[in-house]
């Protein structure tokens, strides 16, 4: 079973080698190049540690996919945490690593969360780094470690794409000091202990980690791991720029359902979404007959990722409006029913969308949208300037939309108009998404029409979120009355829920008019 520790850490550079010794070495454990860290406020003394030796080989993909998403996996042995350690970026040295226990392959549950950027392609040893590691404490007057300081002797060895032979590699050496904050330590103390030192002349790295700068000093000298910085020029440069963007977000956020973080399923649909309104918004940008077949695989998406996303949406609806009622209008065990129904809806959506994620009709989807963004299939609008193009297909949006929200509003209340509501909210959000996708060429006209456009979808998805309740709730009546218990308290629910839809439809036409304003339309058709 694999764990997860949050880890923090700056790491810094000792460039200088102490005269007369071997390459990569350091006089005895080299801790006598640390300044005294005594003088950091809040470290009352530093405690030595021992010397250990690591042996760490670094796995990717021949082109280094996981690499270039600043993900690390490595097998290491020796130390107390040996095992497979996979490492996700969460920001400026913070990286949340994933632990599984060491083994001759890798763990399937580290497999799975590197699948979305591997898919079929083979990970192979790429680096052996061979650390000596002499690891220090920094501890406060009560003896609680506040961080651990490591002073490491690295030897790094490139090994062949595809073997785990060192035979022809390149090789590095070097010596750093990671500064690692303790579990629920001040990240403050980090920026004193670089204060001093600084002042002793140590400088942060210029490496985000021993891999990168292994590959960095060990790659052949023609080779350069980088991706050129695209420039926007045309219509069809930012709408391809807003697509790669919404790919590489369903491929994170791949890894981050995996591992149930807060949001993450939501942030995934979101992506399948967005990239399947623009092929449909800029279709004079990018040929529709080539983007269709994977618009409907991101559709299938969408929809799987609903049920588990709709669930979730529903279950803290339902939570919060029983939670804002006094216990004399709860009757029954009405949070018992409530956590019951929300166990069992949760624990089903979310075997569904692992099995979605792990299935290969998935993994075609995210080979075809690499291979059409590789190789984009670009019609004539795409080489026209973005402030004409672009403004075009937002205002065609805008115009689907108004048609949906017009007719909607000349329909009695009912059923027909709650999906005639539910038809404009969906159509408001690939207006507000065309807009969002426009934002980097046209700037604030768009900032403002996608504002505009949230503020309906806001309205329009209040209300289908009550719908959705209201059906709820009479399944959970139903199944209360059935078990014996009272009903009350679903129905007065159920009634709040159809005052809350009256009033948002009460409320839509003010904000649609609003969101008409001509000025923003004039606005845009003039850039």
């Not at 694999?2 to 200088?16: F, G």
């Not at 079929?120 to 000596?132: A, C, Q, W, Y």
């Not at 790669?244 to 890894?255: C, F, L």
């Not at 939670?323 to 929300?342: E, N, Q």
């Amino acid at each position: 079973m694999a764990d997860t520790k949050r880890e923090i850490e700056r790491k810094y550079e000792l460039p200088v080698r102490p005269a007369g010794g071997d390459e990569g070495s350091l006089p005895g454990d080299g801790r006598a190049l640390l300044p005294d860290l005594t003088k950091v406020r809040a470290v009352s003394a530093v405690t030595t540690g021992g010397v250990t030796e690591l042996d760490a080989v670094y796995h990717d993909t021949s082109d280094l996919r996981l690499t270039a998403d600043s993900l690390t996996l490595r097998r290491r042995t020796g130390g107390a945490d040996e095992g497979w350690h996979l490492k996700f970026p969460v920001g400026d040295g913070v990286r949340d690593e994933i632990q599984a226990p060491l083994s001759d392959t890798l763990p399937d549950e580290l497999a799975a969360l590197v699948r979305s950027r591997v898919r079929g392609t083979r990970l192979t040893p790429v680096v052996r780094l061979r650390t000596s590691r002499a690891t220090s404490l920094l501890v406060d007057k009560a003896g609680r470690t506040l961080a651990e300081v490591a002073l490491d002797t690295v030897h790094a060895e490139r090994l062949p794409a595809g073997t785990g032979s060192a035979a022809g590699a390149r090789t590095a050496d070097w010596t750093e000091i990671e500064v690692e904050l303790a579990d629920d330590g001040d990240p403050a103390l980090l920026d004193a202990v670089e204060k001093v030192l600084r002042k002793a002349g140590v400088r942060p790295a210029s490496a985000a980690s021993k891999l990168a700068r292994a590959l960095a000093e060990t790659a052949p000298a023609t080779t350069s791991h980088k991706a050129a910085k695209r420039v926007l020029v045309t219509a069809g440069d930012h709408v391809l720029a807003y697509l790669r963007e919404q790919a590489g977000a369903i491929v994170s956020y791949d890894a981050a359902v995996r591992r149930d973080l807060p949001d993450s399923v939501h942030q995934l649909r979101v992506a399948t979404r967005r990239m399947r309104s623009a092929f449909r918004t800029y279709k004079k940008v990018l040929d529709r007959d080539a983007s269709r077949p994977i618009g409907a695989e991101l559709q299938w998406l969408a929809g799987e990722l609903g049920v588990d996303r709709d669930h979730e949406v529903l279950a803290e609806r339902l939570t919060e409006r029983v939670g804002s009622h006094d216990t004399t209008l709860l009757l029954g065990p009405v949070h018992a029913r409530l956590r019951i129904w929300d166990a069992e809806g949760r624990t089903d959506a979310r075997a569904g969308t692992l099995a979605v994620l792990d299935s290969a009709r998935y993994l075609r989807l995210l080979d075809s949208m690499e291979a059409l963004l590789a190789d984009p299939p670009l019609l004539d609008g795409a080489a026209r300037k973005p402030a004409k193009a672009l403004p075009r297909a937002i205002v065609k949006d805008y115009e689907r939309l108004a048609g949906r929200v017009e007719h909607a509003l000349t329909l009695a209340p009912g059923e027909e108009r709650d999906l005639a509501l539910h038809d404009a909210r969906k159509a408001a959000k690939r207006a507000r998404y065309a807009a969002d996708a426009a934002v980097p060429a046209l700037g604030k006209p768009a900032k403002r029409f996608s504002k505009r456009m949230k503020a309906v979808q806001s309205v329009l998805g209040d209300h289908q979120d009550s719908v959705v309740a209201r059906d709820a709730l009479r399944d959970l009546a139903i199944k209360a009355h059935a078990a014996g218990e009272s009903a009350f308290t679903w129905g007065l629910l159920y009634g709040e829920e159809e005052a809350r839809a009256a009033d948002r439809e009460r409320e839509l036409p003010r904000v649609w008019r609003k969101s008409a304003d001509p000025k923003l339309r004039t606005a845009l058709g003039r850039l």
